[in-house]
């Protein structure tokens, strides 16, 4: 009878604690094999295991060692409360919206401050415990248990439910490069469908879709100090080049257009980082800011005065804590960049120069909250160019032109050509960004000393708000003082497990903006430009976007004596690698 009973409670222990061990071992295998996106792991409904507070105090001790903000209240892997002052110790783990997890990518607890190390937890989930606790746990539960062969059946069981569960890691998987080089190849493809859905008063504007970029480089570091890089976009700004030879009308048509094309090199005395060759003039914070990173498909109406890129050299450096960057350069006047090359004695000249100074920038969140505050200027000195229709007649000449924020049609406010001996541009940049909300604005004053007439002062503006739904920040590169990649905390994927389908919903941005342009002083005319956009981030190399663009025209070229209103909706896919 002893015996019978004795089995019999052995029995019953053995089937509670299997079942507990079960919970907290499905619990934690899905936690730990969903480290990713990309596995795709459901959770089935929250569960809490008890365990004596006695098993928990070493575990305990290693939490206060690596989560010191932990027991101070701030939420690191674990919920508010994860420290009982019971006897008995509960873990819960709570499901996603879409019944997965992501823990690869950690977020900012809303209580992160500025300052302070930020606090961790997964994005669109509750804060669940430390995977290294969690394991321990489970440990201690398995270990009360006395018979040997359970243990080894419960043990298989959790492993068994590990594989069945696990799907693939592919976060961290790059695109594919080639291995042991110093190379570095990419490129960037970009897809845009332009759509009038307004534009009665603006002639009639075609509809068009294109590739808006296609571009391959090739870049490298080598020999300590020097870096380079090469790239082509076979998309031209302009596919040809028309001239008058001999009385005929001929047409040069170009298969590509040069982009960057340097050699650098780093930590020269008082230089800094030297660059030379083909590349963006130090000036302006939207310019200067890569076209993959812009917060819209294009930049605002105030880039028409910024030089782009130009052949000649400039020096990079900052101060040892960043907080302050400059450049200085001087260039060849408008390079040729289809037909690369400037057949002319008089090659023209552009002397750039710009300070950035961060007076905020938040370190241990690495950019989440800072200001940016920078100011540029600009000499142009134009080539000298012959008059083709007055033989021995010679001019510099300048044409500032701007469409709607799109990248065809009709222009909305121009200049038409001037004889510009000279001319200067300055520019003021301001940024504030607070966590996932960011602003960014600049004023640009461009004066055009012209050689018949008085003088001209244009006048260029913008100033638009970002807001990530998702909770990820704009990034900043410190080294040149612009904005970069944003990095999604989790991507967009879509797998199937054994509880059906899980998704990565990628990262989420909403922005507005004003851009203005003044040519009144010139001839009278000026340019707005509203823009909603919203953008979706697939992951950090592809993404989504949507603009709504009304532009208003004043005196322009298509309505001189009026005003003209239209509406445009552009979206674009953008891949980079």
């Not at 490298?220 to 001999?246: C, R």
């Not at 040729?336 to 002319?344: C, F, I, S, Y």
């Not at 510009?420 to 966590?435: I, K, M, S």
């Not at 000026?526 to 663009?549: E, S």
């Amino acid at each position: 009878m002893t015996q019978k009973l004795g089995l019999g409670l052995s029995l019953i222990l053995s089937i509670l604690t299997t079942s507990i061990v079960d919970i907290h071992a499905q619990n934690y295998a899905e936690i730990h094999a969903s480290r990713a996106p990309g596995y795709g792991v459901s959770v089935a409904s929250s569960e809490d295991v008890s365990v004596p507070a006695s098993t928990i105090q070493p575990r305990l001790q290693y939490m206060q060692t690596q989560y010191p903000d932990t027991i101070e209240g701030e939420q690191i892997y674990a919920s508010r409360d994860v420290f009982k002052s019971s006897e008995s110790f509960d873990v819960t783990f709570t499901p996603s919206a879409n019944n997965c997890y992501s823990r690869k990518n950690a977020n900012l607890s809303p209580n992160a401050l500025p300052g302070k190390a930020p606090a961790l937890r997964s994005p669109g989930v509750s804060p669940v415990m430390d995977p290294l606790l969690v394991q321990q746990l489970s440990e201690d539960v398995l270990n009360q248990v006395p018979d040997r062969q359970t243990r080894q059946l419960i043990e298989r069981d959790r492993q068994n439910e590990l594989l069945s569960q696990r799907g693939v890691d592919t976060t961290d998987e790059k695109w594919i490069t080639v291995k042991n080089s110093r190379i570095t190849w990419g490129g960037r493809i970009f897809t845009d469908w332009i759509n009038w859905a307004n534009d009665a008063q603006l002639g009639n504007q075609p509809n068009y879709v294109e590739f808006r970029q296609l571009r391959l480089f090739a870049a490298g570091e080598g020999y300590g100090v020097y870096d380079f890089k090469l790239e082509f976009d076979f998309v031209p700004e302009e596919a040809s080049e028309t001239q008058i030879i001999d009385n005929q009308v001929q047409s040069t048509t170009f298969g590509f257009e040069l982009k960057d094309a340097y050699v650098g090199i780093r930590d020269l005395p008082l230089l800094g980082y030297l660059r030379i060759g083909h590349f963006k003039v130090p000036f302006g914070l939207e310019e200067l800011t890569s076209a993959e990173d812009i917060t819209f498909l294009e930049r605002s109406l105030p880039i028409v005065f910024a030089p782009r890129r130009e052949l000649g050299l400039a020096a990079y450096n900052q101060t040892w804590n960043q907080n302050l960057t400059w450049a200085y350069g001087i260039f060849f006047y408008d390079f040729d960049e289809t037909a690369m090359v400037v057949l002319d004695d008089n090659q023209g000249l552009r002397a750039a120069s710009r300070v950035v100074w961060t007076p905020y920038y938040d370190e241990a969140s690495e950019g989440r909250y800072l200001l940016h505050t920078g100011v540029g200027y600009v000499y142009s000195r134009p080539r000298l160019v012959d008059d083709p229709d007055l033989p021995g007649v010679s001019s510099r000449l300048v044409r500032l032109r701007s469409r709607p924020e799109i990248h065809r049609g009709s222009f909305l406010i121009d200049t038409d050509d001037l004889d510009v001996p000279q001319y200067n541009t300055f520019d003021a940049e301001l940024a504030w960004v607070h966590g996932s909300l960011s602003i960014q604005s600049e004023l640009t004053w461009t004066g055009l000393e012209q050689a018949i007439g008085s003088n001209s002062d244009l006048y260029g503006v913008y100033v638009y708000l970002s807001y990530f739904l998702t909770g990820e920040h704009r990034r900043y590169d410190r080294r040149f003082g612009n904005f970069d990649r944003v990095i999604p905390y989790e991507n967009f994927w879509m797998v199937r497990s054994p509880h059906g389908t899980c998704a990565g919903r990628g990262a989420w941005e909403a922005a507005v903006r004003w851009s203005f342009l003044d040519f009144a002083n010139l001839n009278g005319q000026q340019l707005q430009d509203l823009t909603v956009g919203l953008n979706w981030y697939w992951n950090p190399n592809t993404r989504m976007m949507i603009n709504w663009i009304h532009p208003f025209a004043h005196q322009g070229p298509i309505n001189p004596l009026g005003d003209a209103e239209g509406d445009v909706l552009a979206m674009r896919l953008q891949v980079d690698f």
